[in-house]
């Protein structure tokens, strides 16, 4: 076996393909790359940097191309070598540079990291399916699709029954659990059917005899009818309850978990997977495990993945059209992989999308066959036998043995690889070139949470997001209150802009009055020269509008008969004997400015 080799590719490559080198000396393998080093070409559509390494004493860039992307990549290594680093570091560089990406995080603390630092002109692209969040829930109903749209129906029932059978043993589903199934799916979305189309009907329809047979009075479809009378007829037979338990036993996670009962059939789908992919927006998918539980995180990857499976096979409609680039990032891919999986694998190239799927050994890609006894390696084989470009990141002797074949290196090579630091083998313009150990940059920290928030709050205000009790926002009574203080702010504005004009200032100061004075327990003073002098007491939490209001609009008085007086004076100081000080005895009208002697009274 060869000794392990440090050159990547030769300057002309680079030039060719827009690499660039580090202005920095090292003279040894072993270096830490600073976190601020900047790449100026991170901004290009040149693809994304993976780090940088080191050969003939110069660090050079290591750096992936577009074309070469969409023949998929994998990251794997132990835990807390890295990898989530170099997630969070290719995936911002996508986002960065205007890509369309999605995001599936089964942990959550990736994704936070990636919201917190989207970029401003960006912001709108997110859109953010967030299941630690306890009161929203965003909703993908598939039963919602066109009932009058044949093809449709046929693939939401393919899909279901795939995700269904992916998650079974091998045997423990088949052809019977497919059947009774379908039958299902297709009457709830026929076109005729009275209730609310969810995946809780599956259920209903099933041990619910009245639910069942009000809605065979009203859907359109004959042969459906004729399927359920004989399925009728079979529930005579003896074994039929333990028949429909055993199916029901399939689906109980779908109408007994309140997340998912309410994110597969909470009402009419929120996020559309295609509109996504075309417009090269971002997905990012937070599934923290910890709250949701294993089995939920993990069939709700698997339901994302099926349907970017669905909307990425959509685009062999568009015959040559130029297809736009999609990345798509899987953390745990093992956990969510369908076993079609391998056919998405080596098709998706051909539909623009690229592949970038992250996990921890190799052991994991091997599943048992409970129902034959035996080892299934088909997961295994298809991520080796289509994926282009591996990062490699410290992995036990086993691992490294498969690895060291792969990449026609020494075992000790890939066993002893730094943190932060990864044994990379490119596929460049097609061909596999030689490995090399690359260090991978610290993705920057955010420096808060704020754009988090906004994007959060965006996903409430335009209905991605659903209340999970199932309850509208009451925008009956919210509308009132904002169009009022938008119209305190309007005179406010008017106010302010008045200048020294007595006359407009009152009447303004009247309508700002009114509109306050209903707010507050304690009502505004009748004398409209009084002052206003609020107490914490005298309002409650609803007040704070109305005493804000009130505050100012005396400051603005007492500012307004401050110039007055000050304009009279001067005014009077134009006159002959406008200038003389008050005598002792005068006094000074209050409204008037006006001097004058004071009388005893008689």
């Not at 129906?153 to 088949?174: C, D, F, H, W």
């Not at 998706?348 to 992250?358: D, M, Q």
């Not at 690889?417 to 490119?426: D, E, F, S, W």
């Amino acid at each position: 076996m060869r000794d392990f080799e440090t050159i990547l590719i030769n300057d002309s490559e680079i030039s060719r393909r827009g690499g660039k080198r580090v202005n920095r000396k090292e003279t040894s393998d072993s270096y830490n790359l600073d976190s601020n080093l900047k790449n100026e070409l991170d901004t290009l559509d040149l693809g994304v940097s993976l780090g940088h390494y080191l050969s003939h004493g110069e660090i050079l860039e290591c750096r992936q191309f577009p074309e070469d992307r969409l023949q998929q990549t994998w990251f794997f290594g132990k835990t807390g070598t890295g990898k989530s680093n170099l997630f969070e570091y290719a995936g911002m560089q996508d986002i960065n540079q205007g890509n369309g990406i999605t995001f599936i995080d089964p942990h959550g603390k990736t994704a936070d990291r990636i919201l917190a630092k989207i970029p401003p002109n960006r912001l709108n692209d997110v859109v953010l399916a967030d299941f630690s969040n306890t009161e929203y829930l965003p909703i993908i109903n598939l039963l919602n699709a066109d009932c009058n749209d044949e093809a449709k129906k046929t693939l939401v029932v393919q899909t279901l029954n795939a995700l269904i059978s992916s998650r079974m043993p091998e045997g423990y589903y088949g052809p019977r659990g497919e059947e009774l199934m379908r039958l299902r799916l297709e009457t709830i979305m026929d076109p005729g059917y009275p209730f609310e189309r969810s995946i809780t009907e599956v259920e209903a329809l099933s041990i619910n005899d009245a639910h069942l047979g009000d809605a065979l009075k009203s859907i359109k479809s004959t042969r459906l009818v004729e399927q359920w009378n004989l399925e009728k007829r079979s529930r005579r037979d003896s074994d039929w309850d333990s028949t429909i338990h055993w199916f029901l036993s399939k689906i109980h996670e779908w109408v007994s978990d309140p997340t998912l009962r309410f994110f597969l059939g909470g009402g009419k789908t929120t996020i559309d997977i295609e509109e996504i992919i075309e417009n090269g927006k971002i997905l990012i998918v937070k599934i923290p495990e910890a709250l949701v539980g294993t089995s939920v995180a993990d069939f709700i990857g698997s339901y994302f993945v099926a349907l970017i499976k669905n909307a990425i096979m959509k685009r062999c409609l568009k015959g040559d059209e130029p297809l736009r680039k999609h990345y798509v990032y899987i953390d745990e891919f093992q956990r969510f992989a369908t076993p079609d999986f391998a056919v998405l694998l080596a098709e998706a190239r051909k539909f623009g999308c690229g592949f970038i799927l992250a996990n921890q050994n190799i052991r994991q890609l091997i599943r048992f066959n409970l129902h034959t006894g035996s080892q299934d390696h088909s997961l295994l084989e298809a991520v080796l036998g289509n994926v282009g470009t591996i990062a490699c990141f410290r992995v036990g002797a086993n691992d490294a043995r498969v690895i060291a074949d792969q990449f026609d290196i020494d075992i000790d090579s890939v066993r002893h690889i730094g943190r932060y630091k990864a044994m990379v083998r490119l596929l460049f313009d097609n061909r596999e070139l030689k490995p090399v150990v690359v260090s991978v940059p610290l993705a920057p920290k955010a420096q808060d949470d704020t754009t988090a928030t906004q994007i959060r709050k965006r996903m409430v205000e335009e209905g991605i997001w659903r209340r999970r009790d199932g309850k509208e926002v009451d925008t009956k009574s919210a509308k009132p209150k904002q169009s009022q203080k938008k119209k305190i702010e309007t005179v406010r504005a008017q106010i302010e802009g008045s200048g020294t004009d007595t006359g407009t200032v009152q009447e303004l100061a009247d309508m700002l009055a009114s509109m306050t004075a209903p707010e507050s327990k304690t009502p505004p003073a009748q004398d409209k020269e009084a002052k206003v002098e609020p107490k914490s007491q005298q309002a409650d939490s609803t007040t704070s509008i109305s005493w804000d209001d009130l505050s100012f609009l005396e400051a603005k008085r007492q500012d307004v008969r401050h110039k007055k007086t000050q304009k009279t004076s001067a005014a009077q100081t134009e006159k002959p004997g406008g200038d003389q000080p008050n005598q002792p005895g005068d006094k000074t009208d209050g409204k008037t400015g006006r001097k004058g002697k004071s009388r005893k009274k008689a």
